[in-house]
């Protein structure tokens, strides 16, 4: 039987139509059009603390030949344990190192192994729109079809804050079935900044409970929440750990996202299904890479709750940030949603939009034809919201865009400035 080599070659159709993600396409694009300034995706421009890298340093130039070999399969012991340190007394009880948390390549593998691990074909996850553009292709990979639910302003206004951004009850209560296996919630919220409420979070839980649902809680964000609102890890409310997966990031928690050190946490017969996903796809990650990880969460234990720990003075550093960026984007004609954790600002560019001509960009949605444009004509790199957003309901993110404000107080002055500067050329 003659067959085609194109056959053979193709993308299986469980990967979709083979599309570049945003930050593919972004990153290539920064090296075609060089903007001044990139506040695209989320990463600090800046240095991390420094007892971090050097804690790296230390263990890579540690006489202990082993810390250079390969280590514990499911998470490096010292990282494993200082992880259960770090969290047991946040959620009132006692993590198992061993077989309550799993190390993976970043949040993303913590995601994948997630998903995949539990996830069959014709489950269904509910997801929360916008939403972290990975999770419906994970969910996808694995068989299942996502359902979308999303966060709406109540009235779009000048002032608008992240805690606007609401659920409709009814509607999420109707996209829970027999088939749902999985909800994704993701609290602090990227894009919008939305913190999620004790009250929002109990809807959400009662509505797992009684659906019988896993809930998978993205909490990258958890040390980014803006005084005086607190952060609410979901495994705590009752009923919830033994259905809950906590995902959670080292390249977040201290400014290193190169590093790829990620982790979830949950009652052991959970966790057992990512550690075979893990095994059987990379098995381990890098040991002195995890080794300072672990080490640099011991410090900060040992410093905890004074200012300088990082995990506080972080949010009292982003929070400064924020409102300088909110203000030059107020000055600059975007209404902004000023979000209460996170590191991002989404902002409506409607009454701008008609300074730039859109018609040379031929990309699909006006977001992406916007934010390629403003690049090139304002210097600044933004991410178009559409990337958040399921094929269906693009539409809902095409008037937004999303600014990143990790950056050097200098780099958010040079904003204004570049904005001001476009504003003149374009009178
Ligand atoms: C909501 C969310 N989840 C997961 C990740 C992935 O984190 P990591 O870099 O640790 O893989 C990110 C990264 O930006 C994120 O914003």
Same mark, same amino acid.
């Given at each position: 039987?003659?067959?085609?080599?194109?056959?053979?070659i193709r993308?299986p159709?469980?990967?979709?139509?083979?599309?570049?993600?945003?930050?593919i396409?972004?990153?290539?694009f920064?090296?075609?059009?060089?903007?001044?300034?990139?506040?695209?995706?989320?990463?600090?421009?800046?240095h991390?603390?420094?007892?971090?890298?050097?804690?790296?340093?230390e263990?890579?130039?540690?006489?202990?030949?082993?810390?250079?070999?390969?280590?514990?399969?499911?998470?490096?012991?010292?990282?494993?344990?200082s992880?259960?340190?770090?969290?047991?007394?946040?959620?009132?009880?006692?993590?198992?190192?061993?077989?309550?948390?799993?190390?993976?390549?970043?949040?993303?593998?913590?995601?994948?192994?997630t998903?995949?691990?539990?996830?069959?074909?014709g489950?269904?996850?509910?997801?929360?729109?916008?939403?972290?553009d990975?999770?419906?292709p994970m969910i996808?990979?694995?068989?299942?079809?996502?359902?979308? *639910?999303a966060l709406?302003? &109540? @009235?779009?206004?000048d002032?608008?804050? /992240?805690? !606007?951004? $609401?659920?409709?009850?009814?509607?999420?209560?109707?996209?829970f079935?027999?088939?749902?296996?999985?909800?994704i919630?993701?609290?602090?919220?990227?894009?919008?900044?939305?913190v999620?409420?004790?009250?929002?979070?109990?809807k *959400?839980a009662?509505?797992? &409970? @009684?659906?019988?649902v896993?809930?998978? /809680?993205? !909490?990258? $964000?958890?040390?980014?929440?803006f005084?005086?609102?607190?952060?609410?890890?979901?495994?705590?409310?009752?009923?919830?750990w033994?259905?809950?997966?906590?995902i959670?990031?080292?390249?977040?928690m201290?400014?290193?996202?190169?590093?790829?050190?990620?982790?979830?946490?949950?009652?052991?017969?959970l966790?057992?299904?990512?550690?075979?996903?893990?095994?059987?796809?990379?098995?381990?990650?890098?040991?002195?890479?995890?080794?300072?990880?672990?080490?640099?969460?011991?410090?900060?234990?040992?410093?905890?709750?004074?200012?300088e720990?990082?995990?506080?003075?972080?949010?009292?550093?982003?929070?400064?940030?924020?409102?300088?960026?909110?203000?030059?984007?107020?000055?600059?004609?975007?209404?902004?949603?000023?979000p209460?954790?996170?590191?991002?600002?989404?902002?409506?560019?409607?009454?701008?939009?008609?300074?730039?001509d859109?018609?040379?960009?031929?990309?699909?949605?006006?977001?992406?034809?916007?934010?390629?444009?403003?690049?090139?004509?304002?210097?600044?790199?933004?991410?178009?919201?559409?990337?958040?957003?399921?094929?269906?309901?693009?539409?809902?993110?095409?008037?937004?865009?999303?600014?990143?404000?990790?950056?050097?107080d200098?780099?958010?002055?040079?904003t204004?400035?570049?904005?001001?500067?476009?504003?003149?050329?374009?009178?």
């Amino acid at each position: 039987m003659q067959t085609n080599i194109s056959d053979k070659i193709r993308l299986p159709a469980r990967y979709g139509t083979g599309e570049k993600s945003v930050w593919i396409e972004y990153n290539e694009f920064i090296t075609e059009v060089k903007p001044k300034l990139n506040l695209g995706q989320g990463l600090p421009d800046y240095h991390c603390p420094s007892h971090v890298p050097k804690a790296l340093a230390e263990a890579a130039l540690s006489e202990n030949p082993l810390m250079n070999q390969y280590t514990r399969g499911f998470g490096h012991p010292r990282l494993v344990q200082s992880l259960a340190k770090l969290y047991s007394p946040l959620i009132n009880r006692e993590i198992n190192p061993m077989s309550e948390i799993i190390v993976t390549v970043g949040a993303y593998e913590a995601l994948f192994t997630t998903i995949l691990g539990h996830v069959e074909p014709g489950d269904e996850v509910i997801v929360i729109e916008p939403f972290y553009d990975c999770y419906d292709p994970m969910i996808l990979a694995a068989g299942g079809k996502a359902k979308f *639910i999303a966060l709406k302003p &109540k @009235k779009i206004h000048d002032k608008m804050t /992240s805690a !606007e951004w $609401y659920i409709d009850e009814k509607e999420l209560e109707s996209l829970f079935s027999d088939r749902t296996k999985m909800f994704i919630l993701n609290t602090p919220h990227n894009p919008l900044g939305k913190v999620f409420t004790r009250e929002e979070l109990e809807k *959400i839980a009662n509505l797992c &409970k @009684k659906y019988n649902v896993l809930c998978v /809680s993205d !909490e990258v $964000y958890e040390w980014m929440v803006f005084e005086p609102l607190k952060h609410i890890r979901i495994a705590t409310l009752p009923g919830m750990w033994e259905r809950t997966i906590t995902i959670g990031s080292a390249g977040k928690m201290f400014s290193v996202t190169g590093w790829k050190v990620g982790w979830a946490y949950g009652p052991a017969n959970l966790i057992k299904n990512l550690q075979i996903v893990h095994q059987n796809c990379v098995y381990t990650h890098c040991t002195p890479v995890q080794e300072a990880v672990g080490r640099a969460i011991e410090f900060e234990l040992s410093r905890w709750k004074t200012p300088e720990c990082y995990m506080f003075s972080l949010a009292r550093e982003l929070l400064a940030k924020r409102d300088v960026l909110d203000r030059i984007l107020k000055d600059n004609g975007f209404l902004t949603t000023l979000p209460e954790g996170g590191y991002f600002i989404t902002a409506e560019y409607s009454n701008i939009a008609n300074k730039l001509d859109l018609s040379t960009e031929k990309d699909k949605y006006k977001d992406t034809r916007f934010t390629k444009k403003f690049a090139k004509e304002a210097s600044i790199l933004t991410i178009p919201m559409t990337a958040f957003y399921s094929k269906d309901h693009k539409h809902l993110g095409e008037n937004y865009i999303r600014f990143c404000f990790i950056k050097k107080d200098e780099v958010l002055a040079q904003t204004g400035t570049l904005l001001q500067e476009w504003h003149q050329k374009t009178k």
